[in-house]
C-alpha cells in the first residue's frame, strides 16, 4: 500500500512540471534558434548540395548537369589528384610523429619546477601567434639559399645547406621544420596533461628507487596517452587540411614540380581557378571519407595503448 | 648535501635545455625583427648580421606605402570586430540552452553539433561559395562575418561545458523571484560566464585576424582586402623587398602578441580546455 501511494504522489510530481517543460521548450527553442537557423544554412544545406554537386559538373558559368561517378572515375585516373594525395601523406606521417615526440619532450622539460618557467613557457608559445601568412613568408626568408639565416648557421658548423624550398627532395622537409615552430598549441595541451598526473605515483615510485627512464616510460608517457591521442587525432585532421602555408610558399603553384601541392590546394585550383565545383566537391567527400577513416582508424587502435587515469 | 648539488645539478641541465631550445624559438623572431630594420644592402650581406646598422625605422613608413596598409588594416579590423561580436551575441546564449534550459530536440540537436565539428570546412567551402554568390555576397565581407551572428560549434561546445559547471541553483532562486528566462540568463548567467565567454572571444579573434584562406575566396577586389591578402601581394610585386615584407608581418603579428601578452591566462585556460578530458 504505501509503495502504491508513494508512486502516484511521485506521479503528481512528475506532471506537475511539464506544463513547465513544455514552456520551456518554447524558450530553449527559441534561445537556441541562432544556431539551429545556422545549423541549416551554413551546414546541413550545403553538406546535402555537395554530395549533389559531385555528382555533376558544376561549374559556376553553366548549371550542372548530372553525371554520375564520373567526377570520382576522373579523380582515380588524375595524376595531380594522387600528387596531392602523396604529398599530404607524406607530410602527415612525418610531421605528426615528430611533434609528438619533440611536444612531449619539451612539455616534460617545461614541466620542471625551476626558476622562469614562465618565461619559458611564453617563448615557446610566441610562434603560434605568427599569422601563417607572416610565418610563410618568414621562412621563405629564413630558407633562402643564399641570404637565409638557417643555411648561414649551417655554413658556420662546415655544412653545406640544401636548396631547401628550391628543391624537390627538401621543400616538404622545409615544411615540416617550420611547422614544428610553430606547435607551441600542442605543447600547451601536454603540460596540461601533465599537470593532471597526481604527485603520488612520482613518490611511490621514488620509494622504489625508480630511474629517471622508468619514471618516464611507466608513469609519465603512460598517464600522458589521452593527450597524446588527442593530439595525434587533430594533428592528422589538421596534417590533411594544409592549405595556407604551401599555398602562400608557393603562390598557390605547388612548385618546384608540384612538390608541395598540397591537397586542399587541388581542390581550392579546381574551384576556384578552374572553376569545376563538382569535381572539386567530390574531392571534399574523399577528404571527408580519409579524415574519417583515420579518426577511426586512430580511435580502433587507442583502445590498446590509451590509458585513462583510475584504470 | 650531495642530494642538494644532484638537484643543483638537474635545475642547471634543465636551464641550458630549456636555453638552447628558447634560442631555436625565438632567434626567428629576433630575424623578423632585425630583418625589418635593415637597410636594403645589409639584408643581403653575407654572413648574416643581427643587428640593423644603421636602424631604419622608415622601413617601416615605407611598407604601409608600398600597399594600401591603413586600408588593409582598416578591412581587417571590421571584420575581427564585426565576426567576435557575432560569436559573443549568438554562442552564449545558444549555450546557456543547452546546458540549462529542458527542451525537447536538445540532445539530439546537441548531438548534431558535435557532429558538425566532425565535418571538414572544405565540404561545405564550394555550395556555401555558390550560396554567397546568389546572395550577391561575394566581393564584400558579408560571408566573412555573418555565419558568426548564428554561434561557431566550438565554441557552442565550450561554453556548454562551462555552463554546466554552474549550479541550478542559482537558476532555481531567481525563478522563485519571478525572474523570466531572459533576465536570468542575462542578469545572471552571462555575467557569471565571462571567462569563458571571453576565451572564445579571443579564438574568433584570432581566427578573423589571420584568416587566409575566407578572405581569399570572398574578396574579389583589391580595395576589400585583409593584411593576410595584402601581404601575400607584397610577394607578388618584386618579392626581393624583404625589409618590408618582414616590417608588416611584425605590424601583422604585434596586434596579437599585445593581446597575448595582457590576457595570458584567458588564452590558456581556452586552449587547455579542449585538451583536458584527452
Keep these: ?311 | 648535501m650531495s642530494a642538494i648539488t644532484q638537484k643543483r645539478m638537474k635545475t642547471i641541465y634543465a636551464h641550458s635545455v630549456l636555453i638552447l631550445a628558447s634560442v631555436l624559438f625565438l632567434v626567428p623572431f629576433i630575424w623578423m625583427v632585425s630583418t625589418s630594420l635593415k637597410p636594403l644592402t645589409q639584408v643581403f650581406s653575407f654572413p648574416p648580421e643581427f643587428i640593423p646598422r644603421p636602424i631604419q625605422w622608415e622601413n617601416y613608413v615605407e611598407a604601409t606605402k608600398y600597399i594600401p596598409f591603413w586600408k588593409y588594416t582598416f578591412n581587417t579590423a571590421v571584420i575581427t570586430i564585426l565576426s567576435t561580436i557575432g560569436v559573443m551575441i549568438s554562442c552564449p546564449i545558444v549555450a546557456y540552452s543547452f546546458a540549462k534550459l529542458k527542451w525537447r530536440g536538445r540532445n539530439v540537436l546537441f548531438v548534431i553539433t558535435i557532429g558538425v565539428m566532425m565535418i571538414p570546412a572544405q565540404v561545405t567551402m564550394i555550395p556555401l561559395f555558390l550560396l554567397f554568390n546568389q546572395l550577391g555576397w561575394v566581393g564584400t565581407n558579408l560571408p566573412l562575418i555573418v555565419p558568426a551572428f548564428f554561434g561557431v560549434p566550438f565554441s557552442i561546445f565550450l561554453l556548454r561545458q562551462f555552463f554546466k559547471g554552474l549550479p541550478d541553483t542559482l537558476r532555481e532562486a531567481a525563478k522563485i523571484d519571478g525572474a523570466s528566462e531572459w533576465r536570468i540568463y542575462w542578469q545572471i548567467m552571462f555575467p557569471l560566464a565571462r571567462p569563458a565567454v571571453l576565451a572564445i572571444a579571443l579564438f574568433q579573434f584570432m581566427a578573423s585576424w589571420t584568416d587566409f584562406l575566407g578572405p581569399l575566396i570572398y574578396l574579389t577586389n583589391e580595395t576589400s582586402y585583409t593584411l593576410s591578402l595584402g601581404l601575400q601581394q607584397f610577394q607578388n610585386q618584386q618579392g626581393s623587398q624583404w625589409h618590408m615584407m618582414m616590417a608588416v608581418s611584425t605590424l601583422m603579428t604585434l596586434p596579437i602578441i599585445i593581446l597575448f601578452f595582457f590576457m595570458q591566462k584567458t588564452f590558456i585556460r581556452g586552449i587547455t580546455f579542449t585538451g583536458i578530458k584527452g
Design chain 1, 1 to 311: 500500500m504505501k509503495t502504491g501511494q508513494k508512486l502516484t504522489v511521485n506521479k503528481k510530481m512528475a506532471r506537475a512540471p511539464k506544463s513547465k517543460r513544455s514552456n520551456e521548450t518554447l524558450t530553449g527553442w527559441l534561445f537556441a534558434s541562432p544556431w539551429v537557423i545556422g545549423l541549416l544554412l551554413f551546414f546541413a544545406y550545403p553538406l546535402i548540395s555537395s554530395i549533389y554537386y559531385s555528382f555533376t559538373d558544376y561549374s559556376i558559368f553553366q548549371a550542372g548537369d548530372f553525371v554520375g561517378m564520373s567526377n570520382y572515375k576522373e579523380l582515380m585516373t588524375d595524376e595531380l589528384f594522387w600528387i596531392s594525395i602523396g604529398n599530404t601523406i607524406y607530410f602527415a606521417v612525418l610531421f605528426v610523429p615528430l611533434s609528438i615526440i619533440f611536444g612531449v619532450a619539451l612539455a616534460m622539460v617545461l614541466n620542471m619546477k625551476i626558476k622562469g618557467m614562465s618565461v619559458y613557457r611564453t617563448i615557446f608559445f610566441l610562434p603560434t601567434l605568427v599569422p601563417h601568412v607572416a610565418l610563410a613568408i618568414l621562412w621563405i626568408w629564413l630558407l633562402n639559399p643564399e641570404f637565409g639565416l638557417i643555411n648561414a648557421g649551417l655554413e658556420f658548423i662546415g655544412i653545406d645547406g640544401p636548396a631547401w624550398l628550391g628543391s624537390t627532395f627538401w621543400s616538404k622537409p622545409s615544411l615540416i621544420l617550420m611547422s614544428l615552430w610553430g606547435m607551441g598549441q600542442a605543447i600547451i595541451i601536454y603540460l596540461a596533461g601533465l599537470g593532471d598526473i597526481s604527485e603520488e605515483y612520482y613518490e611511490a615510485a621514488d620509494v622504489d628507487g625508480a630511474s629517471f627512464l622508468q619514471k618516464t616510460f611507466k608513469i609519465t608517457l603512460p598517464l600522458l596517452t589521452p593527450v597524446i591521442f588527442f593530439n595525434l587525432v587533430m594533428g592528422f585532421i589538421g596534417a590533411f587540411q594544409q592549405f595556407t602555408l604551401p599555398y602562400t610558399m608557393t603562390n598557390g603553384s605547388g612548385s618546384p614540380a608540384d612538390s608541395l601541392t598540397f591537397y586542399v590546394m587541388y581542390l581550392y585550383d579546381n574551384a576556384f581557378n578552374y572553376f569545376r565545383m563538382g569535381y572539386a566537391s567530390a574531392m571534399a567527400w574523399i577528404l571527408f571519407i580519409i579524415i574519417m577513416g583515420l579518426t577511426a582508424f586512430v580511435f580502433w587502435t587507442s583502445k590498446r595503448w590509451v590509458h585513462y587515469q583510475g584504470d
